[in-house]
């Protein structure tokens, strides 16, 4: 299942905070492999390019370009 959160009302590209209740191992999550960040283009999925921070309960994902549209899904 992938849940989909709406991006609303936030400056261009503000990074994406994930926390987990618990420690994950940083080598499993890797951007594009592991972690799909994705936005809504007219019904179909395009990759965001960005940069991952990987933390021991959590990431941070860091867009390369403005979000497109303040009504974006990622």
């Given at each position: 299942?992938?849940?989909?959160?709406?991006?609303?009302?936030?400056?261009?590209?503000?990074?994406?905070?994930?926390?987990?209740?618990?420690?994950?191992?940083?080598?499993?999550?890797?951007?594009?492999?592991?972690?799909?960040?994705?936005?809504?283009?007219?019904?179909?999925?395009?990759?965001?390019?960005?940069?991952?921070?990987?933390?021991?309960?959590?990431?941070?994902?860091?867009?390369?370009?403005?979000?497109?549209?303040p009504?974006?899904?990622?």
């Amino acid at each position: 299942m992938i849940d989909q959160l709406p991006i609303v009302g936030l400056p261009a590209n503000p990074p994406v905070k994930v926390c987990f209740s618990q420690n994950m191992d940083p080598s499993t999550l890797v951007l594009g492999d592991t972690v799909l960040v994705q936005a809504d283009d007219n019904g179909t999925s395009v990759d965001v390019e960005g940069e991952l921070t990987v933390e021991t309960r959590g990431f941070t994902f860091t867009p390369n370009q403005p979000w497109d549209d303040p009504g974006d899904t990622l």
